[in-house]
């Protein structure tokens, strides 16, 4: 027996407590009692007292200065006897009656509740918190120390179990409806926000697949969602000042290294739990920071000026380069070391608009002219602007145009009633390309496909409410809609390297939604070709009229242009030696080793370089992926 059962045991002994009939009607239930009970099991023992009586009496003791009229005495054990007495149409019951203090009654309670049927979380945080001496409460214990030692606990099971009761209460119904586990509940009362609390419950009982979460999800949920590490803080977590309402980060409560009790499990102890204060530190540092560059005299770029200049969260600026970061088509070194510490170009700072990081900044025109006077700029060769360069990007560009269009038509035919073959597919779609894991243009082409304000693309505190209760909102036509957009984003994705691919995706789910794709291709290339043939002509106008025509070009590319040697465009490739691999574009003399083949007997055709079918390709990738390109395609 444990410690907590030895006590009212050993005063049982010392006080013998009469057996009394009383009135059902003159018992009253104390108020820190079990407040739910298993209703089989209820059901089962009100049958059993309407059939043999009640077989044990229960507890009860005097309620001191109760007024005439009202219950004389409180249950102390027993009060489902007593419910289940009244269910079965008993007047009366047997009680054994004995005088307790408060702290006798929750520590008898405590014993009986926990060791006949488990009692609920809530409760047992209720009972060992009134044990607790506090200002006007029972002279119970001095400490959470005292009281663990009393009951036979671990200090950190009392805290833990005191915590639930800053649960938020709908958090507090699903503990009592049996909806979430004690364990599930202890991971929740962690967060300090009760709309932290709430959203995380609607997370864990959605969980996934429509299973609610394991307390391991939900462990994983909360530390992925809501726990920061303070040691990747961009400002000084230690600072009283940076945000006086807060306080500093090192003597937060929300610290994970402030209550080990509560947070046992987390290793790292410089672990912040308030998202909210986080991000206000961080803007406060941020603007800090901002108005220090501008006292020192230095321009400060934020807003539609620093979208300009940085219009995607990932990618490069446009007219300026980052002082910090090595450049490597000017050298293999920052471009604060190639520029050296007195430099005389102006440092501006910009507030990245997607992550409103500050970053200190020149102009890339400023830059590479200074390089160049020094004899610096490496010698590197850009991206060719030739007329060959000019065709594959047109051609990828018409490859593109016809493939959105494509796209645009796929996602239409999604929305209305579909095969339950065509369903069942995209419900594993689901499971392999869910939003967090889409490339960051993918994304973007799919908001675009869908008509979509643009969502976050990264993973910070705070976004996964943002982008769930956007999906939460959709209807099953536009999330099917979604889906198929999220399969076909990837293909969107065309440059001059990929432009002769084939668009698996477009034809698998054209396939199925009976999109003619020719027919959509036939009909873009019809309109670009239409609109190249206008350009054309306005440019021949202008040719004849005595006008330059107008090429465009960053300071840099023009600058490594000059700086750069100049290369011709190099035929491809169409025979090759497979044991040697040399090769040969066929234009010229035949070299030696295809004359020696040749003079052996050897026919030119056994050189050729061919291209590769869909089913050769199949032989060279690995058999999981061949089984997923299969189910793609139908």
């Not at 590490?229 to 600072?239: N, T, V």
Request: proline share 6%; aromatic share 6%.
């Amino acid at each position: 027996m444990n410690a907590i059962a030895d006590l009212p045991a050993a005063a049982a002994a010392a006080t013998p407590a009469p057996t009394v009939v009383l009135q059902l009607t003159d018992l009253q239930p104390n108020p820190w009692n079990r407040k739910k009970y298993d209703g089989t099991q209820f059901a089962s023992l009100v049958r059993s007292i309407g059939q043999h009586g009640v077989m044990q009496p229960i507890m009860a003791r005097p309620r001191e200065g109760a007024p005439a009229g009202a219950p004389q005495f409180e249950i102390v054990a027993g009060e489902r006897r007593w419910r289940a007495s009244k269910e079965a149409g008993l007047a009366t019951i047997e009680a054994k009656v004995r005088p307790m203090s408060d702290l006798e009654l929750i520590e008898l309670l405590l014993t009986e509740n926990t060791e006949r049927e488990e009692m609920n979380a809530l409760d047992e945080a209720l009972c060992l918190a009134t044990m607790l001496r506090k200002p006007g409460g029972l002279q119970g214990y001095a400490s959470v120390d005292e009281l663990a030692a009393k009951i036979g606990r671990s200090r950190a099971y009392c805290y833990q179990r005191i915590k639930l009761l800053t649960l938020a209460d709908p958090v507090k119904a699903a503990l009592r409806e049996g909806q979430i586990s004690a364990n599930h509940a202890l991971r929740i009362c962690r967060l300090p926000t009760e709309a932290d609390q709430v959203d995380t419950l609607k997370a864990c009982l959605e969980g996934w697949g429509g299973n609610p979460m394991s307390v391991r999800d939900l462990d994983e949920h909360i530390h992925r969602t809501y726990m920061l590490d303070l040691a990747r803080a961009s400002f000084p977590i230690k600072s009283e000042t940076l945000l006086p309402a807060a306080g500093s980060c090192t003597a937060c409560p929300k610290r994970t290294g402030n209550a080990p009790d509560l947070f046992d499990d987390v290793k790292k102890g410089d672990t912040c739990t308030d998202g909210t204060c986080y991000a206000a530190k961080e803007a406060a540092h941020r603007e800090a920071l901002k108005a220090q560059a501008e006292a020192e005299g230095r321009k400060v770029i934020t807003g539609a000026e620093a979208k300009k200049i940085k219009p995607k969260d990932y990618g490069g600026l446009k007219g300026y380069l980052e002082l910090d970061k090595t450049h490597y088509e000017l050298g293999n070194k920052p471009l604060a070391k190639l520029l050296g510490a007195k430099h005389p170009l102006e440092v501006l700072v910009l507030e990245d608009p997607h992550t409103h990081a500050l970053v200190n900044v020149v102009r890339e025109d400023a830059a590479v002219a200074l390089l160049k006077e020094r004899g610096a700029l490496k010698q590197a060769r850009m991206p060719s602007s030739s007329a060959t360069q000019r065709q594959a990007d047109d051609k990828a560009k018409a490859e593109k145009a016809w493939r959105t269009a494509a796209a645009e038509a796929l996602v239409s035919a999604a929305g209305g009633e579909l095969p339950a073959n065509v369903r069942e597919r995209m419900v594993w779609h689901i499971a392999v390309l869910l939003w967090r894991e889409l490339p960051h243009e993918a994304k973007e082409r799919v908001t675009k496909l869908m008509g979509w304000p643009p969502l976050p693309a990264t993973w910070q505190t705070g976004v996964g409410k943002t982008v769930a209760d956007h999906f939460y909102a959709l209807s099953a036509g536009q999330l099917q809609q979604y889906f198929v957009a999220a399969m076909v984003a990837p293909d969107l994705v065309v440059g001059a390297g990929n432009a002769n691919d084939r668009p698996y995706r477009l034809h698998t789910w054209a396939k199925d939604l009976a999109v003619d794709l020719e027919a959509i291709k036939a009909q873009v290339r019809a309109q670009t070709a239409q609109r190249v043939k206008g350009k054309a002509t306005q440019a021949k106008e202008a040719k004849a009229k005595g006008q330059p025509e107008h090429t465009p070009e960053t300071a840099l590319a023009a600058a490594l242009k000059q700086a750069g040697t100049k290369r011709g465009t190099q035929p491809p490739v169409k025979y090759r030696d497979p044991a040697t691999l040399s090769t040969w574009s066929g234009r010229g003399l035949q070299p030696a080793w295809l004359k020696a083949a040749l003079a052996s007997g050897k026919k030119l055709a056994d050189f050729e370089v061919k291209l590769v079918s869909d089913t050769e390709a199949r032989s060279f990738i690995s058999p999981a992926a061949a089984d997923v390109m299969s189910r793609l395609e139908g």
